[in-house]
């Protein structure tokens, strides 16, 4: 299948000058984009975790906050995802973002947020998502859909009338990069990809790879 790429954007130029010093102050920059592009879910992103012996696996997450030190994102603490980042706490994730013909990569280490942070954002979900999260076992087998329909009628007859509080099982997790990655699409699959490395000062340093 050959797809063309807009002309206009393909001609984008991604030029090491350009790139603030800070790769989550560029993410930043770039998301912001995505979302003046009118991006379909901008905040989706690819999580990839393995276990300790190594074995992958991947899943659709939502990016829910940007600080200082990397990118958050929130779940069950008993999903696969977190039994594997808990044993093996080095992942990464992937931004696509097709209206810009654009990705970004982030490799780092996975830490839990403080509870304080989790609770505040449990507060700002809607009241059926936050049953969801009381009511669904994630990543474990159930017998068929009418035992998750029952599990939210329990739920909700259990927060009837108050407020629904977080789960002791449910949380934020934060990725801390070592390294990123900005790419952007150009003619003839010569794409720009520009990456962002820690060296062993500390310091972020920037560097073009090949396409």
Not at 8 to 15: A, C, Q
Not at 86 to 98: E, I
Not at 112 to 136: M, V
Not at 148 to 167: A, D, I, N, S
Request: positive net charge; hydrophobic residues 40%; contains cysteine.
């Amino acid at each position: 299948m050959n797809r063309k790429s807009p002309r206009n954007l393909i001609k984008t130029v991604l030029r090491k000058r350009d790139l603030d010093p800070d790769p989550l102050r560029q993410f930043e920059s770039w998301f912001e984009e995505a979302l003046a592009a009118g991006e379909n879910l901008p905040e989706a992103m690819a999580l990839a975790t393995a276990s300790p012996d190594g074995v992958p696996s991947v899943r659709m997450v939502l990016f829910k906050g940007l600080s200082d030190a990397g990118l958050e994102f929130f779940t069950n603490s008993n999903s696969r995802k977190c039994l594997e980042v808990n044993a093996n706490a080095h992942a990464a994730v992937v931004f696509w973002w097709q209206k810009l013909r654009r990705q970004v990569r982030l490799e780092g280490i996975v830490r839990k947020l403080e509870a304080k942070k989790s609770d505040e954002y449990f507060k700002t979900r809607a009241r059926g998502s936050q049953i969801g999260a009381w009511a669904s076992p994630q990543s474990e087998v159930i017998a068929d859909r009418r035992e998750l329909v029952e599990r939210v009628r329990k739920c909700e007859m259990k927060f009837r009338g108050r407020k629904v509080p977080r789960p002791p099982f449910w949380g934020g997790y934060q990725l801390i990069p070592v390294s990123v990655e900005f790419w952007q699409e150009r003619f003839n699959r010569l794409h720009d990809r520009l990456r962002y490395r820690r060296s062993e000062d500390g310091n972020w340093v920037i560097e073009r790879l090949s396409p």
